[in-house]
């Protein structure tokens, strides 16, 4: 049997083989953040299809943290019936499934919050700092989101510290320029993902695992995480006895290609604008293309670098994995326990039992991007590789 088959545990939680859907936001939560029967019956495909380990979408934990308005939220007690019937639909088919939460920050819009987004510092006019109680008022929300995922019945939670939200903000020399506790020095901009895991820890049951997405690399236009920052977090991270390091790099506003390298969907994201903005960005993008091409494992490299320095944690990159030769030749010597995957399952919900039954040698998906525009344009996620939807 392949290797790829084989199970293997998060803390205590065992999974049926090493495939993992990393989160994928697929804006089909009700516009209050609630979950929808599109959504559970787009999660029960995927655990259909045979992956060992679901990872929800991002998960609001705070209305002033919602991403966009088809994003999911676990910021009030009436959410949590929604979530165990998710929960429910995934454990009947054989997967488990991990809860990410997070909070934008400023990544998001006074449209989507109405309010100016917080962050750690306001680096322009249309954001605002975080007051030191608007601070504890957030890691708090991760708390009571946390006892809220426990309630729903969720095999673990892993929160999003990457991708430019307010935890990699905290992180990042790019986003904060305090000079209070929570920044200023690498142990105090680190005292925000501490203080919220330090909280989690102690409502989650035993055997329960949490992980931490981290960045090993911003990408920002002046230096943000780097991959010796990175490294850095990570020890301490593994230091505060967390159960797994999912690697990948780029924010979703300023560097959304090094996060999904590939094709620039230039045509696809303009979509969203309207004119006569749209034919600006066009233009814009366009001149990206072939910029950032596709590289198999694209984050591994750096998440050999961060396992070196996190002990028994196990840390798995996530970013490009896309040929099945490539995928158990790593996983058999031991360069990571899991292969993570997001676009793939996008386009082949049932890409593992394909895999199973050698019925291919790769992923289908051309990393064309054009469902991560979906994203940006707050329309249904799904592969659009063939057409996407007009205007
Ligand atoms: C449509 C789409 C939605 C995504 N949503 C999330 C999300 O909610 N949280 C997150 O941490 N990453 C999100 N990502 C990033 C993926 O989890 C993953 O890091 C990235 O796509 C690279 O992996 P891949 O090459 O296997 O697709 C998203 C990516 C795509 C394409
Ligand atoms: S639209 Fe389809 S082929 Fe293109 S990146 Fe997304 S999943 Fe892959």
């Not at 009700?30 to 655990?47: C, M, T, Y």
């Amino acid at each position: 049997m392949s290797i790829l088959f084989t199970p293997h545990k998060l803390n205590e939680l065992q999974l049926r083989n090493r495939f993992i859907f990393s989160a994928c936001e697929d804006n089909l939560a009700s516009e209050q953040g609630f979950v929808s029967d599109a959504l559970i019956a787009k999660n029960r495909k995927i655990a259909q299809g045979g992956v060992g380990l679901i990872i929800t979408s991002h998960i609001a934990v705070h209305p002033l943290g919602r991403t966009r308005k088809r994003q999911l939220g676990l910021f009030h007690d009436d959410m949590v019936p929604g979530f165990e019937k998710l929960v429910a639909a995934v454990h009947a088919h054989g997967a488990k499934i991990i809860f990410q939460l997070g909070h934008a920050g400023s990544q998001t819009k006074a449209a989507v919050i109405g309010r100016k987004p917080l962050g750690p510092s306001a680096l322009n006019a249309d954001m605002a700092e975080m007051s030191p109680d608007q601070i504890q008022e957030a890691v708090l929300a991760f708390r009571q989101a946390a006892e809220r995922a426990v309630a729903a019945r969720a095999d673990g939670i892993q929160l999003h510290g990457a991708h430019g939200y307010l935890i990699n903000q905290f992180l990042s020399p790019y986003f904060n320029h305090r000079h209070d506790t929570w920044g200023g020095n690498p142990e105090n901009m680190f005292r925000f993902l501490k203080s919220v895991t330090l909280e989690i820890q102690q409502v989650l049951p035993k055997g329960m695992p949490l992980l931490i997405k981290l960045n090993c690399n911003d990408y920002t236009p002046k230096p943000g995480i780097t991959p010796e920052l990175a490294v850095a977090y990570a020890e301490r991270s593994a230091g505060l006895n967390i159960h797994g390091i999912e690697v990948s790099c780029g924010t979703s506003l300023l560097s959304p290609w090094n996060m999904c390298r590939g094709a620039v969907p230039a045509k696809e994201i303009a979509a969203s604008f309207p004119e006569p903005h749209r034919t600006k960005v066009e233009n814009i993008l366009s001149g990206l293309e072939g910029k950032f091409t596709m590289q198999e494992g694209y984050n591994l490299a750096a998440a050999e670098k961060i396992r070196l320095k996190s002990g028994a944690v196990p840390v798995f990159p996530v970013g490009g994995f896309r040929r099945v030769a490539h995928m158990e030749e790593l996983v058999s010597s031991g360069r990571t326990d899991f292969i993570s995957m997001c676009r793939p399952f996008i386009r082949q919900p049932h890409l593992v039992k394909q895999i199973q039954k050698g019925e291919l040698d790769a992923a289908a998906c051309t990393s064309c991007n054009r469902c991560l525009a979906a994203v940006a344009g707050d329309i249904p996620v799904r592969c659009y590789q063939k057409q996407f939807p007009k205007p």
